[in-house]
């Protein structure tokens, strides 16, 4: 992960200030990293933010466990391996793992994108992006929407096809192109018309475009119905 500036391709997904509804209180952070040079270093860069007030430290799950048991941080941002950890740990002390989650994640993680996602992870950042990109998805996970990279929602649909059988929800997705299986999933995860043009780089009108035509596709004349049959 780099700092901000040194490349011209980080991408925000949202501007969450003109959001209806932002939260304006300070962002507090857990990094749950397996080394603490790394997390005291991108510490250090997210800390110059405006909107950040704290960011705790832990390198294994049992101290995050133990951190979000005595205070309650905003988001935590973990790798892979350790989100997962977290994810499926015992709930010591009654502790349910609620707090939205955010992937650091490495090119090797990508074969487990679905499962995470599958766990609660809302957020998707790769390693070599910058601390700018981390913060937007930080604050988009903090704000409840999810934050995922249009090529890891490919991989994820891949991963899905793959594994299910012909479930009423495979078939469901089975009748749409891959664009239009984009914004369903996107949905799902309850992302307006707005955050899925900003997520995909369409304009709005395109994505409403491909909305009417998914209603179209599976006979529905709502969007709830449409995701609806995708469950039945």
């Known amino acids: 992960m780099h700092a901000p500036g040194e490349t011209d391709e980080f991408r925000r997904v949202t501007d969450p200030e003109a959001e209806a509804g932002y939260d304006a209180s300070p962002i507090t952070m857990l990094l749950l990293h397996q080394s603490r040079l790394f997390a005291e270093i991108l510490r250090r860069r997210l800390l110059t ?10 390198t294994s799950v049992a101290d995050a466990l133990h951190a979000l048991g005595d205070e309650r941080y905003s988001v935590i941002v973990a790798t892979a391996t350790l ?10 002390r009654g502790l349910a793992v609620t707090t939205p989650t955010v992937v650091l994640a490495d090119a090797e993680d990508r074969r487990h994108a679905r499962e995470l996602f599958r766990l609660g992870v809302t957020g998707w950042v790769g390693r070599d992006r910058s601390s700018s990109d981390l913060m937007d998805a930080v604050r988009t996970c903090r704000r409840g929407d999810s934050f995922v990279p249009a090529d890891i929602l490919a ?23 891959d664009r239009e299986m984009q914004i369903f999933l996107l949905l799902e995860q309850g992302l307006g018309r707005n955050d899925i043009a900003v997520a995909l780089h369409l304009s709005p009108n395109t994505v409403r475009t491909h909305i ?18 995708a469950r039945d």
């Open 212 to 229: 009417h035509r998914i209603l179209r596709r599976l006979d529905v004349h709502s969007t709830l119905a449409a995701l609806a049959a």
């Open 155 to 177: 991989v994820v649909v891949q991963q899905h096809t793959a594994s299910e059988g012909h479930s009423s929800r495979e078939r469901t997705l089975a009748l749409l192109t």
């Open 49 to 58: 933010e405006t909107d950040v007030a704290n960011i705790g430290i832990v």
């Open 83 to 92: 989100a997962r950890e977290l994810r499926t740990a015992p709930r010591g």
